[in-house]
T-cell receptor
């Protein structure tokens, strides 16, 4: 089944404790992206990757890191999480075929205490 | 700059009513793409439709229909004979030509009561 898989689905952590949210897609998509969803703000892009070893900042990259060592994986790293990073995170991927249709993972709900 | 506005924060209807979700966008590009995504209570985001800026034909898919009007920069979504399973948050989004970044509106929460 074609899908984007995020783990974990739920995470509670404390300020300053490094964490990684994994994202993997099995559709051989070139493009991958991370968004965060906050009430009243919709979804905003954090980072994106056009292909392996190619990443760039989105609209709200502060406090986040990403890497794209393999085509299928695009982990999101919070080196020192803070309470303002409490949010719902989505990973998405798409084929660079001109249709621009992104497919989303199920989301990761993160709480930073 | 690109922007998507969904002015309706929350809509409540009773089953079998028709409901229209509004979406207004801003862009200076001549080529762009518009999308609707559904976020049911389980939380995932489900792709519903994509429309490119050169195709103003309305689209119907079962009880769902979409009205794209470039003259008013709107891409509205109508659900006919709503059902409880339609209860969700619906997002309208925009991408520029040759990019994949989605610019989302703030979403409209639709509650359909039995």
């Amino acid at each position: 089944e074609a899908q984007v898989t995020q783990n974990p689905r739920y995470l509670i952590t404390v300020t300053g404790k490094k964490l990684t949210v994994t994202c993997s897609q099995n559709m051989n998509h070139e493009y991958m992206s991370w968004y965060r969803q906050d009430p009243g703000l919709g979804l905003r892009q954090i980072y994106y990757s056009m292909n392996v070893e190619v990443t760039d900042k989105g609209d709200v990259p502060e406090g986040y890191k990403v890497s794209r060592k393999e085509k299928r994986n695009f982990p999101l790293i919070l080196e020192s999480p803070s309470p303002n990073q409490t949010s719902l995170y989505f990973c998405a991927s798409s084929l660079r075929d001109g249709l621009n249709i992104q497919y989303f993972g199920a989301g990761t709900r993160l709480s930073v205490l | 700059a690109q922007k998507v506005t969904q002015a309706q924060t929350e809509i409540s209807v009773v089953e079998k009513e028709d409901v229209t979700l509004d979406c207004v966008y801003e862009t200076r590009d001549t080529t762009y793409y518009l999308f609707w995504y559904k976020q049911p209570p389980s939380g995932e985001l489900v792709f519903l439709i994509r429309r490119n800026s050169f195709d103003e034909q309305n689209e119907i898919s079962g009880r769902y229909s979409w009205n794209f009007q470039k003259s008013t920069s709107s891409f509205n979504f109508t659900i006919t004979a709503s059902q409880v399973v339609d209860s969700a948050v619906y997002f309208c989004a925009l991408t520029r030509y040759n990019t994949d970044k989605l610019i989302f509106g703030t979403g409209t929460r639709l509650q359909v009561f039995p």
